[in-house]
């Protein structure tokens, strides 16, 4: 039996999912009606799986989602929302989603991704995935605007290295690594370490879901 918190400010429409699913035989452990209560009941409840809305009171699904997956990292997320375009996707897939279908998909669909999210998959809806491979070639271009040292940098950060670790990682000085980033934020038009690593993530440089290697 799959565990799953409901994230959405409609209460109707969790009346609904929660009847759908309970009569699928599922659980539905609890509701949250803003971005920070789904925080909240994710530590507590310990879900397998959250059916998150991005646009909430309070905080949006997004950050929710990058904070649970911190605070929770078992718990895996599918986002149901109306925001049915492609920056959306990127970033709640960077915050650490693992699904993203919009409103008018079929209850039938809705459950069968939470069963394959429980299962440890990461699912898009057709149109999507569609639009997302239209824009390989963009992702692909934009790798060019950094070097494969400073991509290894930023990487590097992203893993969790500071930048002394990084440098010991990659075999260069802590002053090399400043230097590359120095360069990152000119070419990136950031103002921060952070700013950086989420342009890049974006962009489709990095990924936060990188199994980073030992330091």
Do not use: W
Not at 60 to 83: F, K, Q, S, Y
Not at 105 to 121: I, K, M, P, Q, Y
């Amino acid at each position: 039996m799959i565990r799953i918190l409901l994230a959405d400010d409609h209460a109707l429409l969790r009346d609904g999912l929660r009847r759908s699913f309970e009569a699928a035989g599922d659980e539905v452990v609890g509701e949250a009606s803003t971005g920070e209560e789904a925080v909240s009941l994710a530590k507590s409840l310990q879900p397998d799986v959250i059916l998150m809305d991005l646009s909430m009171p309070v905080m949006d699904g997004i950050e929710a989602t990058a904070l649970i997956r911190e605070a929770v990292p078992a718990c895996r997320i599918a986002v149901l929302t109306m925001h049915d375009d492609i920056d959306k996707t990127r970033d709640a897939i960077a915050a650490g989603a693992s699904a993203y279908l919009s409103k008018g998909t079929s209850f039938v669909d809705v459950r069968d991704t939470v069963l394959r999210v429980a299962d440890g998959e990461t699912v898009l809806s057709p149109a999507l995935a569609g639009a997302m491979l239209t824009t390989a070639n963009e992702q692909r271009a934009n790798e060019d605007l950094l070097s494969d040292r400073q991509v290894e940098i930023l990487q590097a950060i992203a893993d969790g290295m500071s930048t002394k670790q990084a440098g010991r990682h990659l075999g260069i000085t802590t002053k090399t690594v400043h230097n590359h980033l120095n360069a990152i934020y000119r070419k990136l038009d950031a103002q921060s370490l952070t700013h950086a690593v989420l342009g890049a993530v974006r962009l489709g440089i990095i990924d936060l879901n990188h199994e980073p290697e030992s330091v």
